[in-house]
């Protein structure tokens, strides 16, 4: 019971309670964007998520600032509603946190079964033409990728607080 119960809160964790956060950053002198989702701790400590399922699209960009056309944006929203309505139905697999700039989108998700993240992904986008998508897997039982984006937020939010002061 109790397990079904623990289901039931990492549901809810993605549906009602469910928030993002946006970030802005720079690398190489181009910007990118971070979307992240701030509450997902109870995910981390069930350990059992413990596989990083990076879903990579390269595109190329007509601006200097190295993001996809407003047309790609489109599909990649499409894309993305699609997937966290398919891989997210049984929280068996978790958007955590969304890269973009540089001519490459990156959703990183973090899944409890690979075999099954990858059916459910195939099956979510059935309806699209043939999309430009690299997959990855990576072990990060620590969830050690998304704590960093947590503690690089907490960093910069204690250095503007420490800036207001001044």
Request: glycine share 2%.
């Amino acid at each position: 019971m109790a397990q079904s119960s623990n289901l039931a809160h990492l549901k809810a964790l993605l549906t009602e309670e469910d928030t993002w956060t946006m970030a802005e950053g720079e690398s190489s002198g181009t910007p990118f964007f971070l979307r992240f989702r701030p509450h997902l701790q109870d995910f981390v400590n069930t350990q059992q998520y413990t596989k990083r399922l990076i879903i990579l699209w390269n595109y190329t960009s007509e601006d200097d600032y190295l993001f996809p056309t407003p047309e790609d944006a489109d599909v990649m929203a499409d894309v993305e509603e699609k997937l966290i309505e398919k891989l997210e139905e049984e929280a068996q697999t978790v958007l955590a946190f969304v890269y973009t700039g540089q001519d490459r989108r990156e959703w990183h998700w973090y899944t409890t079964d690979v075999a099954a993240a990858q059916e459910q992904l195939n099956e979510a986008l059935h309806q699209f033409d043939q999309l430009p998508l690299e997959l990855t897997v990576e072990e990060d039982a620590d969830w050690d990728q998304y704590l960093s984006i947590l503690e690089s937020m907490e960093d910069a939010e204690d250095e503007e607080a420490s800036e207001e002061e001044k």
